[in-house]
Every structure is written in structure tokens, then in C-alpha cells.
């Protein structure tokens, strides 16, 4: 037992009774404490239970506005979105009912060529049914026709003898008149034709190919043959004899081309020397150079000439050449000949080149390059690059080229263009530019569309439809282009086709382009944003084609001028000095000159040293030289 147990019992019942009293009192004091303390705990939880009822229903209301407030926000999106819809919608009705007009109007105007056409056509028809029914022959003539070609062909018929005998050929006149209805069936079978004759026939007024007529098409020829007798080209055999048909010998032609090579005589005079009183020492001599310094005859100065401008043939491969048919000379001898030649010419019709081609009133001009030896101040050779201006007279048929120093800058062709009337054709080179403005009324400059196309051709990978539709557009100007030559027009009338078919065309360009200059290009690529730029930089240019008809659209007359430039150069690596340069652009323009009237250049060097070297030329009679009047 322990020690408060036995204290407990050894108290009597009273204090007992007030310690067990005490005691009851106390657990009721720690009831009544646990009691409050659970009201206080469902007081809290109540308390919590309010709090959050409250905070879900603050949740509840803020959410229910959030919901309303983004469904107001959406609505109006969507109602902005159709609005927004609604007016994309009307302004593709309104470019569509624009397209649809431009279609129709397009529509109307293909009509109309079409139109046109099919009457050019049915005209073309009757007029070839009327041909036909004036030119229908009989079933007798077209049997006889029918013989006379298969006896053409095989050569074997029984007139032979008498056609080798008589030389004569029948001509395409003389064909119709044989036939058998007509009044003089009578004449004689030596106006038939042979395969074989005695002497050359006589050149067909319709043939433009050459002056002979005996030769057979994509075969060789020359335009000096030589005939040869019988008697002169066969021998017989022993025992041989002759074939003969009806009395004559059957004959056969066949021909071979001989080639007569070069070869050169070295010629020495011996001259005396002479006195005369009052004017000194001089020696006797024959008057066979044809031009002072230059030990070369005519055909060796055009041979020269023609080699290296001509065929662009250098100096090394020319001397090569000249040795192994007999003529030793070195590199350096050659070229200061040759600069002799060039500097003779070129000072006797420079200006009577130069005054021609500046009278003219339509010129294309482009440039181009090439190495030249250049001296510094240090007396030092450097080869650098320099340029050749091209400027070709359409009109004239005439082409100058231009050596300023090697320039390129705006000073190298000022010389000309500043006192120039009339329309040039170029490409978008800064320097044409400068005579786009007002201060230069009288210079009108064309734009080359074939430079413009490329610059789409170049953006097809980055935005094929728009660039395939410029490109489109300018292929339809060729084409016009095209169909007024086709059809003979002379400029006034190529002008006002390009003013009723071109025009609309390039206002549809112009608008086009000017759209997306509008909107800054957004959205296009670097070569499509450049291609536009370009054109729209280009656009005044462009319009001058529809002021005169002899315009070109493009640049590429010019360009091609230069090709053969550019391969010269090539060829010959570089050219050796400034004085050189000079020589070469003269005779640039010379077998330009020459390509473009369809002349021979080694004719007409010939001629041209020849008349040159013969007399003294007045100004008229280098005019008369010039490769645009010389009588061809």
C-alpha cells in the first residue's frame, strides 16, 4: 500500500468526506474546463465552416464573372472577325468583277484578232484556191510533167547528146513553155535540160543564193568554176572506144573542189641614187608600197586583218601559219605591222565614221571588257581591265567603237550622247541613267525588257506565280514584236500597233508592280523584292518603245555585237598597250560593220585599203566606203 493510501486511512470519515468532496469538485472544474474546450472547438469548426462556405462562394461569383466577361470578349472577337470577313469578301468581289471586265475586255480584243486572222485567212484561201484553179493543168501535161521529172532524175534520156553538143539548160520558163499544149511544143530538144553542159548557165533572176544555179544544195561550191572539155579530162584505155547513144557520146559530169595553196615571193628593187641641184640627195623608187612602213602586199594586209579580227586568230597562231607556207617573221614585227596598217585606215576614215554614225537618230550601246597593257607613272606595264563602248546605228547599219582611255565611267560616252537627237536602247547601267531626267530633252533612252525578264527569270524559285506572271507579260510584247515582223510593218505602223496591243499591256505591268510598291514589298523574297525594284526603276525607260517603231525591245543586238569582242579578247589573252586598244576598236567596228550589211569582211578590207592607198579620198568618197553605202 502506499503512502497516500495509508494516510488516506488513517483520517476519519469527516475529512474523508471533504477530501472525497475536494476531490469531486475538482474533476468537475476539469469537466467543466474540457467542456468549454469542446463548445470552443465546435465554435471554431463552425467558424471554419462559414469561412469557407463564404470563400467558396466568393469563388463561385468571381468564376461566374470571369465566364461571363471572356464569353463578352469572345463575342465580340467573333463579331470583329466577321466584320472583318464580310469587307475581305466584298473587295474580292470587286477584284474579281475587275478581273473578270479585264477578261472580258481581253476576250473581246482575241475576238477580234481572231476575227482578223480567220478574214486574213479566208483572203489567203481565195486568193490561193484562184492561184490553184489559174494554175490546174490537164491529165496530158501532168503525164508529161511526170516523165520529164523521171527522166531528170536518172539522166538517161535519149536528149542528152544534143543538150552536151548545144551547152544549153533549160530554165523554169522554158520548162512551162514545153509543155505539149502550148504553141511553141516545136522547138528544138536542146531547150531541155542536161545534166551536163560546156559552159556555166545563166543566174536565175529568183535565185538569191549566188550567181550560179548548177550546184546541188548543202553541197560545196565556189562562184568561179572552171569547165573542162572532153578531150581535155579523159584518155582511153587500149582497145577502149566510146559509148555512144543515138549517134553522140554518152558524157557524164562530175566535179572536184582544188584548193590553190598560199605562197609568197620576196621581191628586192634595186634603185639608183640621184641628185638635183638645189633639193638635195634621193634615190629612185618604184612606187609598190601601198602604204610607208608596211612591206606587205593587198592580199597579205587583208589576210592579216581578216585572221585576226575576223576570225579571232592571235598574232602567234598568224605567224605559225605564215611560216609554214613560206613567210618567216616574229610575234613583235607582226603586231607593230599590223598597228601601222590600222593606224593608216583609222586616221584616213575615223572621222568620216565618226560624223556618219553621230547623224543618226536610233542607236543600241552596250560595254565590255578586256585586259590592256596600261603604263603607270613608273614607267611600269601593268594589264588591267578596261572597257570598249559599242554603240550600233539599227537604221544605218553601221557600228562604232569607243576607246576613251578604258573608262567606263560617264565621260567615255558623254562625247557622243550629249550632242545625240533620237532614242538609244541600253540596259539599267547607272551611267544611261543620267539622260532619264528633264535636262536632257532631246537623248530618250529605251530600256531592254530582256534584261528585265531575267531579273524574274532569276526570283522563279522564290515566288514562281508572281515572276511566271511578268514573264508572261513580257513574252506577249515579243510576241507583237514578232507578228509586225512577220508582217513587213514599216515603223510608223509598228508604232501604232505597239500603242494598240503593247500599251494595255504594260499599264497591266505597271499596276501590278506598283501594288506591291504600295505594301513595301512585304512578304517577298530578296530577288523577287530586286526584280521588282528594277522594273519599277525601269518603268519611264520602258514606255519610250511606244514613241518610235524602230525600237528594239531588248538590248541583244548589242550584247551578241560584243560576243565576238569578248572571244578576240580571249583568244588573244590580252592587247598590249592603249595605241593598240585604239586600233582594235576601229577594227571592231569595221567587221561589225561588215556582219551587220551582210558583207564580207576580206571584200571589203580589200576594197577598202585598195580605194584608200589608190588616190586621195575626199570626204564624200570615204563616206562612199563605209560598209552602210558601198555598193555590194
Known sequence: ??????????????????????????????????NRGQIDLVAHDQAMRADFERQREEDRQFFKAQQDNMKEFYMQQ?????????????????DNMENVKRVMEESACHQKASDNLIASLNEKISKLTAMLE????????????????????FKRNAEQAKLLKSGNEVTREEEKDDWPDKKNNNKSDSSTSSGGHASPPKKDSHDKRS?????????????????????????????????????EIETWWYRELVRIPEHYEEHFYEVASYYVKGKGQGIT??????IKGVPFDLELITYVLTEHFAYNTPFTRIVDKLSHMGLNM?????????????????????????????????????????LVGVKTDEGIRKYLKRYFWGIKANVQKLVWFIYEHGSRGLKAIR???????????????????????????????SACLTHIRRKFVESLEENHSLSMWFIDEIGRLFAIEHDCKKANLDSEQVRLERLKRSRPIMERIKEKFEQFARSGYKGLGTLTKKALKYIKAEWSAMQTILQDGNLELSNNLAEQMMRHIKLNLKNCLNIGSEDSALDYAFMFSVIESCSMNKLSPVRYIKELVSRLTDKPCSHAEKEAILPCFIQK
Open 415 to 445: 562625247q557622243f550622247l550629249d550632242n545625240f537627237i533620237g532614242f538609244f536602247t541600253t540596259d539599267g547601267y547607272v551611267v544611261y541613267k543620267v539622260y532619264d531626267d528633264e535636262e536632257h530633252p532631246n537623248q530618250h533612252r
Open 330 to 370: 616574229n610575234t613583235k614585227t607582226l603586231g607593230v605591222i599590223v598597228h601601222k596598217i590600222i593606224t593608216y585606215i583609222r586616221k584616213a576614215m575615223k572621222e568620216v565614221w565618226e560624223s556618219t554614225i553621230k547623224k543618226t537618230h536610233n542607236w543600241m550601246i552596250d560595254e565590255t571588257s578586256g
Open 1 to 34: 500500500m502506499s503512502e497516500k493510501s495509508s494516510t488516506f486511512m488513517d483520517m476519519n470519515d469527516e475529512m474523508k468526506l471533504r477530501l472525497a468532496y475536494a476531490e469531486i469538485a475538482r474533476l468537475n472544474e476539469e469537466k467543466a474546463t474540457a
Open 134 to 153: 489559174k494554175s490546174a493543168i490537164s491529165e496530158t501535161e501532168a503525164k508529161w510533167l511526170a516523165s520529164y521529172r523521171q527522166r531528170q532524175k
Open 78 to 94: 467573333m463579331k470583329d472577325q466577321a466584320e472583318r470577313h464580310k469587307a475581305e469578301l466584298k473587295q474580292l468581289r470587286i
Open 285 to 290: 623608187r618604184p612606187n609598190t608600197r601601198l
Open 211 to 247: 550567181v550560179r544555179t548548177d550546184y546541188q544544195k548543202n553541197k560545196p561550191y565556189t562562184l568561179t568554176p572552171v569547165y573542162h572539155k572532153l578531150h581535155e579530162y579523159f584518155s582511153l584505155p587500149e582497145n577502149g572506144h566510146f559509148v555512144k547513144r543515138n549517134g
